[in-house]
């Protein structure tokens, strides 16, 4: 059976993704990949969990549903915000929109594993 990281670094391999964290909906980091200072991966979790959580009070205020994936693009990257079942959120950081599509594939293909080797599934 894979590990976190292992599973995490399949989106290492998509062209232009740097580093990817898995945390907790409460923000504390489980696990990271990638080329990045510890900091960095904390901010991702931290600020990752935010994010989330505000789009889906948002959702709710709209009755447009649940969150199924939250996108920040900037001038100089792409952050993808996805959750992984109730308790976790994967958030993975890119050079551009391009890898945006593999990106979502790589999760949608991995989330039961990741739920396994979280424990919840």
Same mark, same amino acid.
């Given at each position: 059976?894979?590990?976190?990281?292992?599973?995490?670094?399949?989106?290492?391999?998509?062209?232009?993704?740097? !580093?990817?964290?898995? !945390?907790?909906?409460?923000?504390?980091?489980?696990?990271?990949?990638?080329?990045?200072?510890?900091?960095?991966?904390?901010?991702?979790?931290?600020?990752?969990?935010?994010?989330?959580?505000?789009?889906?009070?948002?959702?709710q205020?709209?009755?447009?549903?649940?969150?199924v994936?939250?996108?920040l693009?900037?001038?100089?990257?792409?952050?993808?915000?996805?959750?992984?079942?109730?308790?976790?959120?994967?958030?993975?950081?890119a050079?551009?929109?391009?890898?945006?599509?593999?990106?979502?594939?790589?999760?949608?293909?991995?989330?039961?594993?990741l739920?396994?080797?979280?424990?919840?599934?």
């Amino acid at each position: 059976m894979a590990s976190l990281r292992e599973a995490l670094s399949r989106l290492l391999v998509i062209p232009g993704v740097r !580093a990817a964290a898995l !945390a907790g909906r409460e923000g504390l980091l489980i696990e990271t990949a990638g080329r990045a200072d510890h900091r960095l991966y904390e901010a991702l979790a931290a600020l990752g969990a935010s994010v989330l959580s505000s789009a889906d009070a948002l959702g709710q205020e709209a009755s447009a549903g649940a969150t199924v994936a939250t996108i920040l693009e900037y001038d100089g990257a792409l952050v993808s915000i996805d959750p992984a079942g109730e308790f976790a959120i994967v958030i993975t950081l890119a050079e551009n929109a391009s890898s945006l599509a593999r990106v979502r594939h790589t999760l949608a293909s991995s989330q039961e594993e990741l739920l396994r080797l979280l424990d919840l599934r």
